[in-house]
Nanobody
Framework: QVQLVESGGGIVQPGGSLRLSCAAS????????VGWFRQAQGEEREFVATLWRSGTTYYRASVKVRFTISRDNLKNMVYLQMNNLTPNETATYYC??????????????WGRGTQVTVSS
């Protein structure tokens, strides 16, 4: 079992930055790939970024040059650095653990999410 707790969300102006954190518990956390998804109100959950155990990353095209996913297995932490945010990226952001990739069905564990609001 893996438990995930996201933090770091908040209100930021367009063009601003936020760093999301995800604290994981469970001895086997390092065995999983991790990912970030987001869900805007009234919309479906969508893929943002994934990080496989090999260190390979994959991003949604619209965030590729602005977001960075990383992890610290010693601290059981996952991070998402988000730069140059836009209003349409307002959403609840979820940390997930599983086999990785862009498909939601590839993930077995997820947290309750952290709200990111991009507004002037």
């Amino acid at each position: 079992q893996v438990q995930l707790v996201e933090s770091g969300g908040g209100i930021v102006q367009p063009g601003g930055s936020l760093r999301l954190s995800c604290a994981a518990s469970g001895r086997t956390f390092s065995n999983y790939a991790v990912g970030w998804f987001r869900q805007a109100q009234g919309e479906e959950r969508e893929f943002v970024a994934t990080l496989w155990r090999s260190g390979t990353t994959y991003y949604r095209a619209s965030v590729k040059v602005r977001f960075t996913i990383s992890r610290d297995n010693l601290k059981n932490m996952v991070y998402l650095q988000m730069n140059n945010l836009t209003p349409n990226e307002t959403a609840t952001y979820y940390c997930e653990a599983g086999t990785g990739g862009s498909k939601y069905r590839n993930y077995d564990y997820w947290g309750r999410g952290t709200q990111v609001t991009v507004s002037s």
